[in-house]
C-alpha cells in the first residue's frame, strides 16, 4: 500500500481558481517536503514543514502541516498558467532522518487560461 | 554553480547490457540518493549515501550498485540491465542527512529493450 497518499491524482482549473492538493501519511510524519515537477524535469523544492500546525507560504502557494491528522495540503491561490506541473509531497516516514524520503505519486495540475 | 549533474539524459540499453549512469554535485554534500520515477508508482528509493564510502539500500535496490568514493560522485551501475529498469532515473542530495532539502538532477531517462 501507498504510504503517502495525494489527492487528486490530477486537477484542472481555470486560471485565477484556487486549488488545494492533500497529502496524506499512514505513518508518523517527521518532516513534510512539497515539490513541483515539470515535464522532463526534475524536481523543484517549494518548501519543508516541520512541526505540527507549521504553515508556510511562497508567493501565491501556501502549505500546512497537521501532525494530528498525519497530513499536509497545498493551497494555490489564483492559479497561473506558470504554476501547471506534477506537484509532489515527500516525508521522513522512517524516524526523523532524510534516509529514506519517501514520495506520493503526485498530482498533476493543469491550468487553463 | 552547477549542482546536481546527471549523465546522460537518454540512454538506450540491450538487456543484458551494463552501464553507469553518473551523478556529481559541487554543493559539498553529504547525502546523495538515487531515485527511480516510474507512472503510477511515483519515486521510488533505489541507494542512498550518508558520506564518502558510505551506502546503504533503499526500497528498491536489486539490480542496482552504487558506490562513494568521493562526496562529490555517486555513481549508479546497472549490472545487467532488464526491461524492467526502462525507467527515468533521478539523483539527489542534501547537506546533511537530517532535515535538509533534496536538490535534484535533471533526470537520465533509460529504455532498456
Known amino acids: 500500500s501507498q504510504e503517502l497518499e495525494q489527492s487528486p491524482q490530477s486537477l484542472i482549473v481555470q486560471e485565477g481558481k484556487n486549488l488545494t492538493i492533500n497529502c496524506t501519511s499512514s505513518?508518523?510524519?517527521?518532516?513534510l517536503y512539497w515539490y513541483k515537477q515539470k515535464y522532463g524535469e526534475g524536481l523543484i523544492f517549494l518548501m519543508m514543514?516541520?512541526?505540527?500546525?507549521e504553515e508556510k507560504s511562497h508567493e501565491k502557494i501556501t502549505a500546512k502541516l497537521d501532525e494530528k491528522k498525519q497530513q499536509s495540503s497545498l493551497h494555490i491561490t489564483a492559479s497561473q498558467p506558470s504554476h501547471a506541473g506534477i506537484y509532489l509531497c515527500?516525508?521522513?516516514?522512517?524516524?526523523?532522518?532524510?534516509?529514506?524520503?519517501?514520495f506520493g505519486k503526485g498530482t498533476l495540475l493543469t491550468v487553463n487560461p | 554553480n552547477a549542482g546536481v549533474t546527471q549523465t546522460p539524459k537518454f540512454q538506450v540499453l540491450k538487456t543484458g547490457q551494463s552501464m553507469t549512469l553518473q551523478c556529481a554535485q559541487d554543493?559539498?554534500?553529504?547525502?546523495m540518493s538515487w531515485y527511480r520515477q516510474d507512472p503510477g508508482m511515483g519515486l521510488r528509493l533505489i541507494h542512498y549515501?550518508?558520506?564518502?564510502?558510505?551506502?546503504d539500500q533503499g526500497e528498491v535496490p536489486n539490480g542496482y550498485n552504487v558506490s562513494r568514493s568521493t562526496t562529490e560522485d555517486f555513481p549508479l551501475r546497472l549490472l545487467s540491465a532488464a526491461p524492467s529498469q526502462t525507467s527515468v532515473y533521478f539523483c539527489?542530495?542534501?547537506?546533511?542527512?537530517?532535515?535538509?532539502?533534496?536538490?535534484f538532477g535533471s533526470g537520465t531517462q533509460l529504455s532498456v529493450l
Open positions: 539527489a542530495s542534501s547537506l546533511a542527512a537530517t532535515n535538509e532539502k533534496l536538490f
Open positions: 505513518k508518523t510524519l517527521y518532516g
Open positions: 514543514l516541520q512541526k505540527g500546525g
Open positions: 515527500g516525508a521522513d516516514i522512517s524516524g526523523g532522518s532524510n534516509y529514506k524520503l519517501t
Open positions: 554543493m559539498n554534500h553529504e547525502y
Open positions: 549515501s550518508v558520506g564518502a564510502g558510505i551506502t
